[in-house]
């Protein structure tokens, strides 16, 4: 692949990478990082790259494999604030903004609990929201296999957030409704 056909087939999805190494480091600088080093190693692969059929699904893999590396090295991955900040502007009362960022706080961390594939498949259908299609081409899962992964993350992670928040009461069920 020549630098013309590479600025025309894969340049164009590094917006696309980004959001998506951002949401999933909870950092933008990381991702910036992350989204680089994908670049790199297109850049050094460009004579293999028109082997490829799905340009964007492969650099979709790369950017997620690289998110996992760089996760697994660090461990830990904090809410981020803009997440923080859009979440507290949809609530009106102290105690529902209050209310509102614990319980995103837990389900971030029970996102975050789930075992690899789960939460892939969950974020990048509900967050990135792709379609079942190109999950598949990301993810070299069937579209049932991946159905059934979203559904058991959902299920696993409303289960988890409910026994957490067990106090019996109707807003607290809405709540959890909403947020799942």
Known sequence: MVAKNFKINVLPVSKKLLRFATHFLKDEDLARDVVQ???LKLWQKRDSLDE????EAFTMRMTRNRCLDVIRANKTVPIDA???RKLKEKTVD???KVELSESAGQIKRLIDKLPDLQRTVMQLR???QLSYDEIAEATDLKVNAIR???SRARKKVRDEFLKMNND?????KIFTATLL
């Open 37 to 39: 080093d994908v670049f």
């Open 52 to 55: 490829v059929e799905n340009i």
């Open 148 to 150: 059934v992964n979203l």
């Open 126 to 128: 509900d967050i990135e």
């Open 94 to 96: 102290v105690h529902s």
């Open 168 to 172: 019996g009461n109707e807003r607290s």
């Open 82 to 84: 803009e997440t923080d």
